[in-house]
């Protein structure tokens, strides 16, 4: 089945040493986004890559950056992770088009970082 | 970001039909209307979505008011298995990123 994979799924990282999570597709969608959603709250929005174009939200803070090599590979990296970025990194994909508004997300399971 | 309210918490009982509803009181002619779940430590999952005319498949039905000021999310049978926090989205027809509210978080009781 065509899907979004997240590995790994848990991840344990020292406080300030950098991190990266993972992120593949096989749906070809040429849209991929990186949500953050800490305990008890609703997924929120980091960035998003359409085809190469990088988006970031205004309020994402700096210590996260993303790299999308190709179309199916998107990567998270948390150049100084605090205790506060403890959280469920979801990655989705999109494709993208006219009635844009038509096309829904396809999410991973997540992966779970704990920051000791 | 166009707006969506919706009760915090629900309680179904198994195998009896929930109607979760959805305030988007501001929605304009080309927003499409979405609903996703998440079920514990997963990703969300798609569930349903539509414009202006109700939808069914699989999972459930969407029920949408005529001046499309609000909608239901309709589960006919609830399952254990349907516990989970069901999310209300808009998204325009040109296409504005999912924002996520607070959503409705269903309980299920045996």
């Known amino acids: 089945d065509a899907m979004v994979i997240q590995n790994p799924r848990y991840q344990v990282t020292q406080f300030g040493k950098p991190v990266t999570l993972s992120c593949s597709q096989t749906?070809?969608?040429?849209?991929m986004y990186w949500y953050q959603q800490k305990s008890s709250q609703a997924p929120k929005l980091l960035f998003h890559?359409?085809?190469?174009?990088?988006?970031n939200e205004a309020d994402t803070p700096d210590n996260f950056q993303s790299r999308r090599p190709n179309t199916s590979f998107c990567f998270l990296d948390i150049r100084s992770p605090g205790l506060g970025d403890a959280a469920m990194y979801l990655c989705?994909?999109?494709?993208?088009?006219?009635?844009?508004?038509?096309?829904?997300?396809?999410f991973g399971s997540g992966t779970r970082l704990t920051v000791v | 970001d166009a707006k969506t309210t919706q009760p915090n918490s629900m309680e179904s009982n198994e195998e009896e039909p929930v109607h979760l509803p959805c305030n988007h009181s501001?929605?304009?002619?080309?927003?499409?209307i979405h609903w996703y779940r998440q079920l514990p430590s997963q990703g969300p999952e798609y569930v349903i979505h539509?414009?202006?005319s109700n939808v069914n498949n699989r999972m459930a039905s969407l029920a949408i008011a005529e001046d499309r000021k609000s909608s239901t999310l309709i589960l006919h049978r609830a399952t254990l298995r349907d516990a989970a926090v069901y999310y209300c989205?808009?998204?325009?027809?040109?296409?504005?990123?999912?924002?996520f509210g607070p959503g409705t978080r269903l309980s299920v009781l045996p």
């Open positions: 989705a994909t999109s494709r993208e088009g006219t009635d844009r508004g038509n096309y829904g997300y396809t």
């Open positions: 989205i808009l998204r325009p027809y040109y296409g504005q990123n999912f924002v």
């Open positions: 501001t929605i304009s002619g080309t927003d499409y």
């Open positions: 890559y359409y085809d190469k174009d990088f988006n």
């Open positions: 539509g414009l202006t």
């Open positions: 749906l070809n969608h040429n849209v």
